[in-house]
């Protein structure tokens, strides 16, 4: 029996496994189940493909649970295309198709429920596609849209036979019926009246194909697997384009003006409300699901006024001097990218786009300017609106805008720029622009049903002369759906008692309980980097006493005193007090660090205890050290405990679904993005301007920029709980979405799982989170492989049987109880452990909707749930049932969530390697991320950065 891991790839039939749990050879047996069988698929091209797995349950593991199709006539009967491919693949993408519903879900309490998505009725027939061609190009949508409507009027007889097209604002023209210029290229002059003068566009128009509406009903009967997505990206540019004329378009959103309320957030940006729209594919009928929407424009207003509020200035007339250069910094951060439209040409409002803010003030930045005469001198900005425009700037000690291209030199004093209406904040909010938005924004369900119900009126669809056209009708009322309400699972805590619990509502409660596996914490330090005239030495005493007192009841006992317990004042102080405990106390098992509130010192103790010396380290804001509540204290025990390695509570195993009788490992995965706005970080650098100013030698801070990664994290189960995970996590390219180094990920989890538990998975369950529907196939014909090879590359022949699963939080569907009696708590909100797999769902795929957690503000959000891959034959209860389950196995807190623990382990993996990116810059209250251009070089540096320490990585340090 081999007792360790062999860390090479296998290309040779010897195994990395070792062979315990299973041999290799003979397909394996534990507790008499069966191991995986005859060669499932092999996705590598180095076998043959699934086949018709559906049907031939002899290929794979056994099936989880039977469903009884019978009841649930889903599948018509002539789909027999609707299988999976058979043979050799290569990885095309009709190798991967999504596997078919089963069955649905029998388990739980029916419930009624209204959902917002309303009924559309589309015409036989199909909808004509031609591509639009605008030459000058570049133009704005809005440009766009407004050549292709002037162009329809002008040449309406002629070209369009009186209909109404269709316009998606960049290349895609529809029409009801086809256009009489055949198939060929016809191009068309069309004049836009302009500011001064006319503008003349040449547009072209081709055909393209036919979408057809006879596919789309057959793909919606079940009758075909493809839904064919031509037709629907028709209906979608049908039903947005009068909207499209009408309001702000952001994404699927759609905005105006706020008229009649006001919600400022600071920092020149505002909260607008609008509505979302899409059209979607459902069992039998096509849905349009419509909800409110707001988000965060920047506030139409001179320059200046932005600029005091991005520096907080509350008086123009005491700011007489020039900005200092943080301010300038922070400013350019702001405003870099922004239209400006100028004020000083009268009725002429031209509109520019920032790229920069000038070092110097405008009474001395100067430009190259051609006299009359020809020649080139130097002229300053404030002398040349002098001369120019007889303005005497009343700030000519404020920089000025650098606008359109940056080797132009094209300089506006900030007096003379508003802020363009109608711009979005793409940049991140703030915490307090973000907390006033959920604010400003939550409704309690009944609330928002009536908006919704509102805005469908308000739109009145059915009087669209566009749909008209199209013969397109919308129902007025939501879809009313059967939902069900999954019982929770019993949950066992440990110590004496081995007390169980049923949650009530998605919450339980510990008091009277015992950790199932508490930790015994003997060595343990407090370092407080509050300041003692806010923390005194007598909050602290009594904040660890209560901590012990409470930790003690939850049979995580905390012996005796700290043995270190001291003040310390900065970022730069953590690393030699932790280098200072580490060396002077061996068996340190955790630091408890007191933060004055939101500091670079977190990020830096995290850095520190978790990458550098692999100290468990846990943090508490001062207000909660000078006022402990059992509540809090609880809380920081459940998180201390898994730091240590301990477990909370598991669940109770006779309630587990089917797929824990053979060894299972359940992985969660997600990829963090940057904020889209905050590509480049300014950064304070010593260089000169970055316009080269004739006889300026002088060396002031500038602007550098640099592209932030994406973060990528996966988490492993590492019991047959499941409770305790593992994390791995690597940078990637800024902004890509799919798991680059998955394989070599999942390789180490898996050897991981079998130094744990000495049994190797036989199933993969495996959560990926933050997949858009755009992007299902791309990311699983390279993840699925990952997956795969790294299976293959541990021990030739060992393919357990995987079900991948993307789970999506970012979505619009929205669930309503239309029963008052159902609602729950004050915000009215569906009970938790709702499910819906009927009416609302995909027309032959398996996916559901289930809202695992207790909505306490504004309306819940269900989670959403699409089975891309399943070799482990899954029936929709079992399947329904597991994720359920997992949401209740997440450790920081007795409440069920949203979202499967492994899914939501590998969020906060991921929010933790953002902070162990950032570097010792103590100058501002963020800290700075490591910068640098995204090369080879860079991305190296990043990795170790966030290299966790190996005593760390065996622990769930991210708790």
Known sequence: MSNGLSTGSSSSSSSSFGSIGSSPGNGGCLGGMPLMGNGLTNILGLGHGLGNLQNNPSSGPVSLGTPNLSQHPVVPPNSSGMTRSNGPTNGSLQDFQCPLRPDHGSEGRIISLKVNHFQVKIPKGFIHHYEISIQPDKCPRRVNREIVETMVQAYSQKVFNGQRPVFDGRKNLYSRDPLPIGRERVELEVTLPGEGRDRVFHVGIKFVAQASLYALEEALEGKSSQVPLDAIQALDVVMRHL?????????????????????????????WFGFHQSVRPSYWKMMLNIDVSATAFYKAQPVIEFMCEVLDIQDMQEQRRPLADSQRVKFTKE??????????????????????????????????????????????????????????????????????????????????????????????????????????????????????????????????????????????????????VLPPPKL????????????????????????????????????????????????????????????????????????????????????????????TYPGLQLIVVALPGKTPVYAEVKRVGEIMFGLATQCVQAKNVNKTSPQTLSNLCLKINVKLGGINSILLPSIRPAVFREPVIFLGADVTHPPSGDRFKPSLSMSSDPVAIPGDSTQLPTVEYCSKPSIAAVVASMDAHPSRYSATVRVQPHRQEIIQDLSTMVRELLMQFYRSTHFKPTRIIFYRDGVSEGQFMQVLVHELRAIREACMKLEVGYQPGITFIVVQKRHHTRLFCADKKDQIGKSGNIPAGTTVDVGITHPTEFDFYLCSHAGIQGTSRPSHYHVLWDDNHFNSDDLQMLTYQLCHTYVRCTRSVSIPAPAYYAHLVAFRARYHLVEKEHDSAEGSQLSGNSDERNLAAMARAISVHPDTVKVMYFA
């Not at 909207?243 to 006001?262: A, K, L």
């Not at 508490?518 to 602290?540: D, K, M, Y």
């Not at 901590?547 to 900065?570: E, H, T, V």
């Open 243 to 271: 909207p499209s004329m009408t309001y702000t378009p952001v994404g699927r959103s759609f905005f105006s003006p706020p008229e009649g309320y006001s919600h400022p957030l600071g920092g020149g940006r505002e909260v």
């Open 492 to 583: 066992q805590y440990g110590g004496r008692t081995k007390a169980q619990v049923i949650p009530n509502q998605g919450v339980w409660d510990m008091r009277g309980k015992q950790l199932y596996q508490g930790i015994q914490i003997r060595v343990w330090a407090i370092a407080c980097f509050a300041p003692s005239r806010t923390v005194g030495e007598e909050a602290l005493r009594n904040f660890s006493q209560q901590l012990q007192r409470i930790s003690n009841d939850a049979g995580m006992p905390i012996m005796g005193q700290p043995c270190f317990c001291k003040y310390a004042a900065g970022a730069d102080q953590v690393e030699p007090m932790f280098r200072y405990l580490k060396n």
């Open 335 to 484: 405003i870099r990218g922004l239209k400006v439209e100028i004020t000083h040409c009268g009725a002429m409002k031209r509109k520019y786009r920032v790229c920069n803010v000038t070092r110097r003030p405008a009474q001395t930045q100067s430009f190259p300017l051609q006299s009359d005469s020809g020649q080139t001198i130097e002229c300053t900005v404030a002398k040349y609106f002098l001369e120019r425009y007889k303005m005497k700037l009343q700030f000519p000690y404020l920089p000025c805008l650098q606008v359109g291209q940056e080797q132009k030199h094209t300089y506006l004093p900030l007096e003379v720029c508003n802020i363009v209406a109608g711009q979005r904040c793409i940049k991140k909010l703030t915490d307090l622009q973000t907390s006033t938005m959920i604010k400003v924004t939550a409704r309690p369900a009944p609330d928002r049903e009536k908006e919704i119900n509102n805005l469908v009126r308000k739109a009145d669809f059915n009087n669209d002369p566009y749909l008209k056209t199209f013969g397109i009708n919308v129902s007025n009322h939501m879809t009313e759906v059967q939902g069900r």
